[in-house]
């Protein structure tokens, strides 16, 4: 009787921890709807932004650019790692670290290579090992523009005054629910457009080009960053939806083997009982 207890034990555990699963995967389901409404219809504007700075960068004389267009010798190194705050969401933080730890250790091995944070949990595990000079966890809290664009303030302040010569974001950037796409990208200097790349549309300029240009390149990197963040976020949710789905699903299929290791045994136990009843009224009748 024992054993049958113990099983029973196991089975309401089980049935605790779906319970808990399930739940999660609904909460998670219903923040992944908002986030993908949000990271949807900024992409577009996002991407034309970057795409027009690049294309305007491009054209511009090498005495005329922006600082942040300003390629010099790679000696310090800035990977900004976006995780999230919590776990329980599959490979998501980890897949994030460990191309982290590639990129040290493969395109800049004899490099100064630190770290920011933008996730308690990226922060919590990169400092045991590396330099990690911020952390910006508490981004998530209210996951504003305003809020994102001081943390690309501050990265295009350690660019601009020579702290590092090289800015590389790694994130994860939300295709659908089941599926996150592992992104490094280059933040800091700005990407030029490639010359063989010619822009369909002619542009009138209204201040001058340069003039606009030194304008809205804060800004565009303020929305690449913010893109990146919006990006992780909803990848975030639509990991821990499928990791809690599956959880539910694991859950369920023990919680069935439980039950019928339970019937097994509770079989067992009263053909035994039947079996001694019937012993000892056969050894009385003899």
């Not at 923040?31 to 700075?53: C, G, S, V």
């Amino acid at each position: 009787m024992a054993n049958l207890k113990e099983i029973r034990n196991r089975i309401a555990s089980v049935s605790s921890t779906m319970q808990i699963t399930s739940a999660m995967k609904m909460v998670s389901a219903a923040k992944l709807k908002k986030a993908q409404d949000a990271i949807t219809a900024m992409r577009p504007y996002a991407n034309k932004l970057t795409e027009l700075i690049q294309s305007l960068s491009a054209s511009l004389d090498a005495d005329s650019g922006s600082a942040f267009s300003d390629e010099r010798p790679v000696k310090k190194v800035l990977i900004v790692a976006i995780t999230s705050n919590r776990g329980l969401c599959g490979a998501f933080n980890s897949n994030v670290l460990k191309e982290c730890t590639s990129l040290k250790e493969g395109p800049y091995p004899n490099k100064e290579v630190h770290f920011m944070a933008v996730g308690k949990r990226g922060n919590d595990l990169l400092k045991k090992k590396n330099s990690v000079i911020a952390n910006h966890s508490k981004v998530y809290d209210d996951l504003t523009f305003n809020n994102v664009a001081q943390i690309a303030e501050e990265l295009m302040g350690l660019f601009t005054d020579g702290s590092y010569d090289k800015i590389v974001l790694v994130y994860n950037k939300f295709k659908n629910a089941a599926t996150q796409i592992l992104m490094t990208e280059q933040f800091l200097p700005i990407v030029s457009a490639e010359e063989d790349v010619k822009v369909a549309t002619d542009y009138i300029f209204e201040p001058e080009k340069q003039k606009i240009v030194q304008e809205l390149i804060p800004k565009s990197l303020k929305t690449q960053l913010y893109k990146a963040v919006r990006d992780s976020f909803a990848s975030e949710h639509g990991a821990r939806m499928t990791a809690m789905h599956k959880a539910t699903d694991n859950a369920s299929e023990l919680r069935d083997q439980l039950k019928l290791t339970y019937n097994k045994a509770r079989q067992a136990a009263i053909t035994n009982e039947i079996l001694e009843i019937v012993g000892g009224a056969e050894a009385l009748n003899n």
